[in-house]
C-alpha cells in the first residue's frame, strides 16, 4: 500500500489565490508573475516548485527517509536546482533512526502568513520518548533562497503512542478565517487533527481540535485532500482510509464551516482510498474524484467523480462513474490495473476546465506485468470529457525510459504549473524503476509539461534520486509528491 499525500487541487474561487490553497491549478499565463503568493513557489521567483518523499531512503540508516525539492524553471522542474532536506544536521530538530519513514506524507502552504510556501513533512514512524510510533511533522520554511534555511516540529495535539502523526497530510482554510490550517490523519484512534493556523516559527498553532470518523479502525493507511466544493469562505476536507487488514476502504466529505464551528460531516462518500479536488466542469465550485484502486469486481479500479453546485455536493450533476471500460477512456479494465492508486486535478490545457491525471501503477503489457501507465482525463462543461484523452507509458515516443515489470509508472501523479506558462504540468513516479545497470529498484521521476492540446511527450525529462545527489542505496524515490 503506498502512502500519499495531499494531490494538487484547483478551484475558480479567487479567494484560493491569495489563501496559497491553489496546489495545482494553472492560472492564466498573465495573471502569474514573480514574487511572493504563488502556491508551490518556495522561493518566490515565480515558478511553482516539487518535493519528492523518499521515505524509504538512507539518512545515516535504512528507511529513515529524506526530501528532494526540484525548483521550476522556464523549462519546468529542473533537478540541478534542487535542495535535500533530511533530518540530519542542525536545520531539522530531530534525529533519523531507522522506519521513521521521513517524507512519507507532504503538503505544500503559506503556514505562516509570509507570501512565501512552506513544506510540511510526515515521518510517521517517529518515536519521541516515551511512544514509540509516535509520529511528527516538520515545517519548512520558505524565503528567497528557498526551503532548508530553518525548519520546527509541529506540537503534535494527540502525542500517543503508536499514533503516527503526518501519516497523512493536507492543508486548507477550513475554518474561513483567512488563516492556512493543517490536517493530519491519526491512524490509531481513527481521527483527524485540525491545527488552525497561523502556525508560529516555534511550531505552534492556534488552536486545534479533533475530528472523530464515523468508523474506527486502527491499523489504517489514510489519506487526506482539501479544496472549496461548497463555494463559501471555508475549504473543505476528504478523509479516506485503507485498512492493512482486510483491505476495507471508507471514505468522507466534511464541509468547513466559519471560524469557531469546526468541521462538520455532510456525506459518505463511495468506498476509496485516495482523492483529488478541483473544478473539473468549470461552474465555480470544485469537484472531489475518488478512487478505489483496489476495487475487487475485477475491473483493476474505479474512479467516481462527485459535482461540486450551489446546492451541494453531487446535487446538480449526477456522480461520473469511471473504469477503463467507460467511453473515451483509454485501455481495457483488467484485474489489478490499480485505475486510480493516485489522482490529479488541475488545468493542463489552459481551457479552464481542471483535468484529471490517473496513476494506473499496475497496468500490464504484454508479458510485462505492473509496468503502469498515466492517464489524463479531459474536463468539460458536462464534466469528465468523452474524447480528446491520454495515455502515457514509459513506451510513448519521446517519454525517457523504457517500460518493464514492476516499474509501476504511475505510482504517483501531479499536477502543477512548473514553468509559468498558465497550463499544469504532470510530475509523475515510478517507485519500481530500476537505475539503468541496477537491479536495485530504487524509483524515478518523470516530467511531462503541459499544452494547448494536453500533456506533450516533448521535451519530457526523467531523474531519480542519483541526479540528485544521493547514492544508490536509496528506495521509493517519489512515493510521495508535493507541490
Same mark, same amino acid.
Given at each position: 500500500m503506498y502512502r500519499h499525500i @495531499?494531490?494538487?487541487?484547483?478551484? &475558480?474561487? =479567487?479567494? /484560493? !489565490?491569495?489563501?496559497? !490553497? !491553489? &496546489?495545482? &491549478? &494553472?492560472?492564466? /499565463?498573465? =495573471? $502569474?508573475?514573480?514574487?511572493?503568493? !504563488?502556491?508551490?513557489?518556495?522561493?518566490? #521567483?515565480?515558478? @511553482? #516548485? $516539487?518535493?519528492?518523499? $523518499?521515505? #524509504?531512503?538512507m539518512d545515516g540508516t535504512t528507511d529513515a527517509g529524506w526530501v528532494g525539492v526540484v525548483y521550476g524553471t522556464s523549462a519546468g522542474i529542473d533537478p540541478s536546482k534542487r535542495k535535500i532536506l533530511t533530518q540530519s544536521g542542525s536545520v531539522n530538530p530531530a534525529t533519523p533512526r531507522g522506519t521513521d519513514r521521513f517524507g512519507a506524507s507532504l503538503s505544500v502552504a503559506d503556514f505562516d502568513g509570509d507570501g512565501y510556501s512552506d513544506l510540511a513533512v510526515g515521518a510517521p514512524g517517529k518515536d519521541l520518548s516515551p511512544n514509540a510510533n509516535q509520529g511528527t511533522v516538520t515545517l519548512y520554511w520558505g524565503g528567497p533562497t528557498g526551503l532548508g534555511g530553518s525548519a520546527v516540529l509541529v506540537k503534535d495535539p494527540v502525542a500517543k503512542d503508536g499514533n503516527s502523526f503526518g501519516g497523512a497530510l493536507t492543508a486548507g482554510d477550513f475554518d474561513g478565517d483567512g488563516d492556512t490550517d493543517l490536517a493530519s490523519y491519526n491512524s490509531l484512534s481513527s481521527t483527524v487533527s485540525i491545527l488552525n493556523g497561523p502556525f508560529t516559527r516555534s511550531g505552534l498553532w492556534t488552536s486545534a481540535s479533533t475530528v472523530p470518523l464515523p468508523e474506527t479502525s486502527t491499523y489504517a493507511n489514510g489519506f487526506l485532500s482539501s479544496g472549496n466544493i461548497s463555494g463559501d469562505a471555508a475549504d473543505d476536507l476528504v478523509v479516506q482510509y485503507r485498512t492493512m487488514r482486510g483491505g476495507t476502504s471508507r471514505a468522507w466529505y466534511f464541509r468547513g464551516s466559519a471560524a469557531g464551528k469546526g468541521l462538520v460531516q455532510e456525506a459518505v462518500l463511495p468506498a476509496s482510498h485516495t482523492s483529488a479536488v478541483g473544478d473539473i466542469d468549470k461552474n465555480g465550485y470544485a469537484d472531489i474524484a475518488v478512487a478505489d484502486a483496489y476495487e475487487t469486481t475485477g475491473l483493476g479500479g474505479a474512479v467516481t467523480v462527485l459535482y461540486g453546485s450551489s446546492t451541494g455536493l453531487g446535487r446538480s450533476r449526477a456522480a461520473t462513474s469511471l473504469t477503463q471500460n467507460s467511453p473515451g477512456v483509454p485501455g481495457a479494465s483488467e484485474s489489478g490495473d490499480q485505475f486510480g492508486a493516485s489522482l490529479s486535478v488541475a488545468d493542463v490545457t489552459g481551457d479552464g476546465y481542471a483535468d484529471l491525471a490517473v496513476g494506473l501503477p499496475g497496468e500490464d503489457f504484454g508479458s510485462l506485468t505492473d509496468a503502469g501507465s498515466i492517464l489524463l482525463l479531459r474536463g468539460s462543461a458536462t464534466g469528465i470529457a468523452t474524447s480528446g484523452n491520454q495515455s502515457f507509458t514509459q513506451n510513448t515516443s519521446g517519454i525517457p525510459g523504457t517500460a518493464e515489470s514492476k516499474d509501476k509508472f504511475g505510482s504517483l501523479v501531479l499536477l502543477t504549473d512548473t514553468n509559468r506558462n498558465g497550463r499544469a504540468d504532470l510530475t509523475a513516479s515510478a517507485i519500481g524503476e530500476a537505475v539503468s545497470g541496477s537491479t536495485v529498484r530504487t524509483g524515478s521521476v518523470w516530467r511531462l509539461l503541459g499544452a494547448a492540446t494536453g500533456l506533450t511527450s516533448t521535451g519530457s525529462k526523467s531523474f531519480g534520486s542519483h541526479e540528485l545527489g544521493r547514492g544508490p542505496e536509496d528506495r521509493s524515490f517519489g512515493q510521495a509528491l508535493g507541490g
Open positions: @495531499r494531490l494538487s487541487l484547483a478551484t &475558480a474561487a =479567487a479567494t /484560493a !489565490l491569495t489563501s496559497g !490553497l !491553489l &496546489a495545482g &491549478a &494553472a492560472a492564466p /499565463a498573465d =495573471a $502569474v508573475t514573480a514574487g511572493k503568493g !504563488l502556491h508551490g513557489d518556495f522561493n518566490g #521567483d515565480g515558478y @511553482r #516548485d $516539487v518535493a519528492i518523499g $523518499v521515505p #524509504d531512503g
